[in-house]
């Protein structure tokens, strides 16, 4: 029981870098910026006014041909659109027959948290009386999964995961369970988040936004950048994919969680080591087997040296000559789609063995002893990697992924 | 079946409208003694409907002590006492050799929705700069679930589940998943919902509510025939684990879960499918799940909630599902005494499913369907929700 093989086997991507996989690859290779000025709302009473925002693209038009496509919210666009590209990627329209159980298991930190700001300015100024139906139909974070769902006529378990900033790799790593429970013949599993006025507020108050680039592992680190997009992964059993002749981009070994127990916001190195063991325990793996670490790397002060501790703690003195790369510093923090994008990141450098560089990288810190692939990508041939998600509330998963061998 | 593979339920922990403690919820949902009350927790002058099933005088004080409370909020609370009355009742001594085996699967939707918008609105009226920040990690989703961890010092899995009407439903699916693949040992699952503005706002304005004035909101909850719902709120969460792992600690088990099926009806366009094509086939994997047939069921928990077309479309697939036999099912409805909790409705209809044969069956509304009913042997929970979310769950009473 339980013993098959999970693979990826086709991907979507909206990003502040790039939109599809491939725009979004060559953009993580070149190092690419995407945290610009905040378009969404008037930032001038922050004291930041950088964000990840995904600039000049409307996935209307891209989905319009879909069923119930129209007068979705920010984030379900996002989650269909990046669904639809996955699906092509994967090549599935043709080969899926109307017996197949199709899963969807998303991830989200606000939900589509655009209508609920919208709400909130309307109870504001105008009073809650002349809060508008439709906002409240499409911000809650069911709609999201119930969306592409409806969109592609998927009959399969659809589950929302909201388990913040690990809520893509939760969401992953539930798909990864249902096919191998048999519940499910495919599942399309990600992540997807609006940029949010509220996220922004929030981490701006409590000083962990940077007021210019995120800096993950740099001894200046001044912070974390809120961004948004939508990571989509298409999950099948080996065997089916096999089956179809389907492109492999890799495999799922198996996740874990752990729960820190201890504090909000505040990160647990034990916490954190714990959830990289009980990954590579699911997984059947042990540490030296792993190369890579893509990692949740924030850019805080507080997030990035409690990770680098934990990887120590696991990982010995591999520690130190360990890839350890943070897509972060690129896209900012997409919160709920976060850890579903960088998972990607972390598939697509196993297929095709490059690792992504973290940018902004100037001054080593002793307390971030780690090699974080700084600034320029690099080739490299290990067949592990992990993909680390700590959320607020203590709420950890990590994947472990791996390069295909047939 | 391997006794690792078998799920059971040996805690329960219930804050309901009508009764806190699974004593004086199942007392009144015998009794049929209604949580429907006039609303206040805030003003519903401006609108047509001014009653729910609110926990009244709600204190957390009694079950928690004083400390640590100040900042958190309703949602939290209510999911911190029902997850220790749960803890209590499982008899589960929470040790450091076991705290990372011992983790919680809650269905919440929006979190505390009152906290993120109070927030964001704070914002709005006095700037940015002086939100408080202390109110900050209310406002993500999964912060219910992470306060009953460290609250106890939980360090397993830890999740939340947000399928809407179907959360707390889903959440046991999800936690049966993560036992029986042995991602833990012990699970707090269930789900929780608080009556608040924003979700009234919600209801109220999408159509969903009975508006108007009542003859007798406690007979008559939805107006009958299907003028609306009317909402609920409050916590039910129970201790799940293996049969394996309840067996060798001596446990009390109320009940087996014995299937789980859960499909998505890509007809429901927010409307119920009259033809109730996925409610169907969420059934139909619940018996394949338990290696049941439909002539072991003996009782239907009811996701009815007075929402135009939900009973209709639910009564469809039990006459498709049942046959004849439909009309004999003994059906409860426990949104007719508490009203709808949303992302808590599922785990308050299986925590009334456990009121078990110690019952007598009695009649509350003017209608066919009771209230509370004598439960014997199998029993289907059924969960179905207008985007199009349907569960089904089958408890066996142990």
């Avoid at chain 1, 399969?156 to 429970?181: E, R, S, V, W």
């Avoid at chain 1, 059993?237 to 969680?257: F, S």
């Avoid at chain 1, 990697?385 to 709420?395: M, Q, V």
Wanted: net charge negative; hydrophobic share 40%; aromatic share 8%.
């Amino acid at each position: 029981m339980h013993q098959q093989r999970v693979v990826v086997t086709g991907i979507g991507v909206v990003s502040s870098i790039g939109i599809g996989w491939q725009a979004y690859w060559d953009a993580l290779l070149a190092g690419t910026l995407g945290t610009t000025p905040v378009n969404y709302f008037d930032t001038s009473e922050f004291p930041t006014h950088i964000g990840g925002e995904v600039h000049n693209y409307q996935p209307t038009e891209f989905i319009s041909e879909l069923p119930h496509s129209q007068n979705l919210a920010r984030g379900a666009q996002f989650a269909v659109a990046a669904t639809k590209m996955a699906m092509e990627d994967a090549d599935l329209d043709r080969s899926l027959s109307l017996d197949n159980k199709v899963g969807v298991c998303l991830g989200t930190t606000m939900a589509d948290v655009q209508e609920l700001e919208t709400i909130n300015s309307d109870w504001v100024f105008k009073g809650p009386k002349h809060t508008s139906a439709a906002q409240y139909k499409r911000y809650p974070s069911f709609s999201m999964s119930a969306s592409i769902a409806k969109c592609f006529g998927f009959k399969g378990p659809n589950t929302m995961i909201p388990t913040a900033c690990a809520a893509g790799n939760y969401a992953i790593g539930y798909a990864h369970d249902l096919l191998k429970l048999n519940k499910a013949d495919v599942v399309i599993a990600g992540g997807a988040e609006p940029f949010s006025r509220t996220v922004f507020e929030g981490f701006n108050r409590i000083f962990a936004v940077s007021p210019d680039k995120c800096r993950p592992f740099d001894k200046n680190r001044k912070g974390m950048i809120p961004g948004e997009g939508a990571g989509i992964v298409v999950l099948e059993r080996y065997e089916d994919a096999q089956a179809r002749g389907a492109t492999v981009y890799a495999e799922v070994l198996g996740y874990g969680t752990s729960c820190d127990a201890t504090h909000m916001t505040i990160p647990s190195v034990n916490g954190v080591a714990n959830v990289m063991r009980n990954a590579l325990k699911q997984a059947g793996l042990n540490p030296e087997d792993v190369g890579y670490i893509n990692a949740h790397g924030t850019g805080t002060a507080a997030n990035d040296k409690t990770e680098c501790a934990a990887i120590r703690k696991i990982f010995g003195e591999r520690a130190d000559s360990m890839p350890v790369s943070s897509v972060k510093s690129m896209l900012g923090h997409a919160m709920g789609a976060a850890s579903a994008l960088e998972a990607i990141a972390c598939i697509l450098s196993l297929k095709f063995g490059q690792l992504v560089p973290t940018i902004n990288y100037e001054n080593m810190d002793t307390e971030c002893d780690i090699d974080c692939v700084p600034n320029k990508s690099r080739k490299f041939d290990s067949k592990v990697a992990i993909k680390n998600a700590f959320a607020f509330g203590g709420n950890n998963a990590s994947l472990v992924l791996a390069e295909m061998n047939s | 079946m391997d006794d690792n593979q078998r799920i059971v339920i040996t805690g329960v922990g219930v804050v309901a409208p009508n009764g806190i403690g699974k004593e004086a919820f199942w007392e009144n949902c015998a009794k049929g003694v209604s949580g429907i009350k006039p609303i206040t927790l805030f003003d519903t002058s401006d609108y047509r409907c001014h009653y729910a099933g609110e926990v009244s005088d709600f204190d957390p004080v009694p079950y928690l002590g004083k400390k640590g409370l100040r900042n958190l909020d309703r949602t939290t609370l209510l999911s911190l006492v029902a997850a220790k009355l749960a803890i209590e009742d499982s008899g589960i001594a929470i040790t450091d050799e076991n705290r990372d085996e011992i983790g919680v699967v809650l269905g919440s939707t929006m979190g505390s929705v009152k906290s993120i918008s109070d927030f964001d609105m704070e914002g709005l009226r006095e700037g940015p700069r002086y939100v408080n920040p202390a109110k900050f990690p209310n406002t993500v989703i999964n912060s219910p679930a992470s306060q009953v961890a460290i609250r106890f010092g939980l360090q397993g899995l830890n999740s939340t589940i947000s399928t809407g009407f179907n959360a707390s439903h889903d959440a046991v699916g999800y936690a049966m998943n993560m036992l029986k693949l042995g991602r833990a040992q012990t699970l707090l699952v269930g789900g929780v919902e608080e009556l608040c503005l924003q979700t009234f706002l919600g209801f109220y304005k999408l159509g969903l509510m009975a508006r108007g004035t009542f003859t007798d909101p406690v007979k008559d909850p939805f107006m009958a025939p299907h003028k609306g719902t009317v909402l609920g709120e409050g916590a039910a969460l129970f201790a799940l684990e293996t049969y394996e792992g309840a067996k060798q600690r001596g446990a009390h088990i109320y009940a087996e879960i014995l299937g789980y099926g859960q499909q998505f009806d890509p007809e429901c366009d927010d409307r119920y499918n009259p033809q109730a094509t996925g409610l169907m086939g969420a059934i139909e994997e619940a018996f394949a799940d338990a290696n049941l047939k439909p002539e072991d069921i003996d009782s239907v928990s009811l996701s009815a909630n007075g929402v135009k077309g939900c009973a209709e479309s639910e009564e469809y697939a039990l006459e498709q599902v049942f046959g004849y036999r439909a009309k004999e099912l003994t059906r409860t409805n426990i949104r007719k005494l508490i009203g709808e909790s949303f992302s808590a409705g599922g785990a308050f209809q299986m925590a009334q499913s456990l009121v078990a044969s110690k019952t007598e069956p009695i009649t509350t509304a003017a209608t066919s369907v009771q209230a509370s009913a004598n439960f014997t042997a199998n029993s289907l929970v059924l969960g179905s929700g207008p985007l199009g979310h349907m569960t089904a769950i089958i408890l066996k009473q142990g």
